[in-house]
């Protein structure tokens, strides 16, 4: 103990030393020693409008003097990045990795993204092929239709999967990639049921969107509980993210990193949860930066919802997405929203706000209350209508921003009777796009016609 105070006013006599040593003005004093600062590399893209074999490159690295290459994956090495953008074509089909590497100060940043190229040339979205109306997936070709599952309807085959085949191209697990699952007890980790729904995506041309490494209702008791320092805590998370995201490495295209982080009241301030208390008010950028460096190439997402029902945490949400600048790579919209709200131009400032700052958007987590006052005891033709005039509002809007801003739309499940929302509200609703056999509903319809 007294070794450590000695040591510690060693560093702090040290530290100011070494801070009023600055500028003496003696001629003889060098002054300080400039500290490397590094720039963070990072670039978007899109496609050109006029050839689809031909992408547009713009580097989008903040800061100043440094220097910058593109490898364009096409096995020409390293070519120096010249001023404004760069068009670069890719005739072959295949899978291309795109580096853009900065150094600055001695200090080497990368940015990387994957493309998918077919015989019509670069897949917008990772998506190629597509454009007729005979599923939802074929119809949107500009972003995924994501749903959810669970293991154990995988493995249950039947009509579930072969829907799930035949409409959606994003899959999402409703509730096994999740801590609680994911890492039941100090020291182990659990990811048969998340392995499940990951290869059947594999095996069927799916995107998975994981769902949800850090989020206070899905926290196991032993976390809440935890028995150690706080240094140890933060050790504990970062080996969790770190062990889950190298776990789906390649398999899983994105990730929520942080779910639902703040209050509905006054201010919207930071739920106090476990990682706010043991990691401190920059918990989020932390869990960020730990995902990032478990796998540079994942788009991560912060995940909220009354993002567009409430201008105000919108609001706390975008400070927060400013503050994460290139960690963060899009927004997930819950839209677990009713037939009769929020309105059109609420949703829409949810797209503009993301868009503006340049970042993807998931409208994630889409189910439409039909029920929302408890005035129904089955879904009336007129009540299914409204709502089916609610899925093409969302998916039009959705369907309108850029290309480059696109990422997925989630509905958060299959048929009517499986929606969470039944036991979440306890009354009777008939929330998504499929009655209780498999049947399309106007709800189904309302998504193409949203397309068009
Ligand atoms: C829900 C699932 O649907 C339930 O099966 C589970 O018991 C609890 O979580 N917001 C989210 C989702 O981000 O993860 C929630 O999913 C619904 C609300």
Redesign the pocket.
């Known amino acids: 103990m007294k070794m450590k105070k000695i040591l510690i006013l060693f560093v702090l006599t040290f530290t100011m030393f070494a801070c009023s040593s600055d500028g003496g003005g003696n001629g003889l004093d060098p002054g300080p020693v400039p500290i490397p600062t590094a720039v963070q590399a990072s670039f978007v893209y899109t496609i050109s409008t006029t050839d689809s074999h031909v992408l547009i490159l713009d580097n989008t690295t903040e800061g100043e003097e440094f220097v910058s290459y593109w490898d364009y994956g096409l096995g020409g090495g390293n070519v120096n990045d010249g001023p404004g953008i760069e068009e670069v074509r890719y005739d072959t089909p295949g899978n291309y990795t795109i580096k853009l590497i900065v150094i600055k100060d001695g200090l080497t940043s990368t940015a990387t993204k994957t493309i998918k190229v077919d015989e019509s040339g670069i897949c917008p979205n990772a998506l190629c092929g597509g454009g007729s109306s005979d599923s939802l997936k074929s119809a949107a070709t500009t972003f995924s239709v994501g749903m959810?599952t669970r293991a154990s309807w995988i493995n249950g085959g039947g009509q579930h999967t072969a829907t799930l085949v035949k409409e959606f191209n994003n899959l999402t697990s409703?509730?096994e990639i999740?801590m609680n699952v994911m890492h039941p007890s100090q020291g182990n980790f659990d990811f048969s049921a998340g392995d499940v729904i990951v290869d059947f995506a594999q095996a069927n041309n799916m995107n998975v969107h994981g769902?949800?490494l850090i989020?206070h209702?899905?926290t196991p008791s032993w976390v809440e509980n935890f028995a150690g320092t706080d240094a140890e805590f933060e050790a504990m998370v970062e080996n969790y993210i770190t062990t889950t995201i190298n776990h789906f490495k390649g398999k899983v295209r994105s990730w929520?990193v942080v779910?639902?982080a703040f209050e509905d009241g006054t201010g919207h301030p930071l739920r106090n949860s476990v990682f706010r208390q043991k990691m401190g008010d920059d918990y989020i950028k932390k869990c960020f930066q730990f995902a990032r460096n478990a796998d540079p190439n994942a788009l991560l997402f912060y995940?909220d919802?009354n993002v567009a029902s409430s201008p105000t945490k919108r609001a706390a949400i975008f400070t927060l997405v400013d503050n994460l600048g290139s960690l963060i790579d899009g927004v997930g919209a819950?839209m677990?929203i009713s037939y009769n709200g929020p309105s059109a131009a609420n949703i829409q400032a949810v797209a503009d706000g993301t868009v503006s700052r340049g970042k993807k958007l998931h409208f994630?987590?889409l189910d439409i209350r039909a029920n929302p006052n408890n005035d129904l005891t089955s879904l009336t033709s007129v009540r299914a209508d409204l709502q089916a005039a609610k899925f093409k509002e969302v998916v039009k809007i959705y369907n309108s921003i850029p290309l480059e801003n696109k990422f997925a739309l989630t509905t958060?499940?299959l048929r009517d009777n499986e929606s969470?929302l039944l036991?979440?509200w306890g009354v009777p609703d008939w929330p998504l796009m499929f009655d209780e056999n498999y049947n399309k509903k106007p709800a189904y319809y309302g998504f193409l016609e949203g397309l068009q």
């Open positions: 959810i409703e509730y999740k769902h949800v989020w209702n899905a929520d779910n639902e995940n919802y819950q677990h994630s987590e958060w499940g969470w036991d979440f």
